[in-house]
């Protein structure tokens, strides 16, 4: 009897992410692993729709934006003259690293270059936006503590789970 993904389960999956058309903002055939019911790495809804699920299985979920990357918020944007702006953060996908009065520190990326203005973003790309995300699951076995380790390491790299 083939293994069903629950607690402690180690699981990989290979995903395509759509928004509200259909165009596909991210895939990735590179199989990603994660622990189920460790949380800290997808989504909720998605770990919730894995639960039961076998090698083979596909899982289709959508994900509003209060479930997922959170509301846009246009107080994250911000536009200046491009000269004010250092050379190293002038292109468009720029990453540009900013410090709250609270002492928060947030990524912004440049969005948008247009008329002299530079236009960068704090949100995440998935803000406001309902996704599809369709994952096929190709592991799932028991997790050993090398797994739990390698997951913990590679958990602010997956693109699944929302900003905390």
Request: charged residues 30%; aromatic residues 6%; negative net charge.
């Amino acid at each position: 009897m083939a293994d069903t993904i629950r607690k402690g389960k180690y699981v990989r999956f290979t995903y395509r992410v759509s928004d509200e058309t259909g165009q596909v903002a991210e895939r990735s055939d590179q199989p990603v692993p994660y622990v189920h019911g460790e949380g800290g790495v997808l989504l909720p809804k998605i770990e919730l729709a894995l639960a039961g699920k076998s090698v083979g299985d596909v899982v289709t979920v959508d994900v509003p934006p209060e479930e997922g990357f959170g509301p846009h918020n246009p107080d994250l944007v911000f536009t200046d003259d491009i000269e004010k702006v250092p050379a190293e953060f002038s292109y468009l996908g720029a990453a540009v690293t900013m410090q709250s009065d609270r002492g928060e520190t947030m990524i912004f990326h440049v969005t948008r270059i247009e008329d002299g203005q530079l236009t960068a973003d704090g949100n995440h790309p998935y803000a406001g936006r309902t996704l599809r995300f369709r994952l096929e699951i190709v592991e799932v076995r028991d997790a050993t503590d090398d797994d739990r380790r390698m997951v913990a390491e590679l958990r602010s790299a997956i693109p699944l789970k929302a900003p905390h």
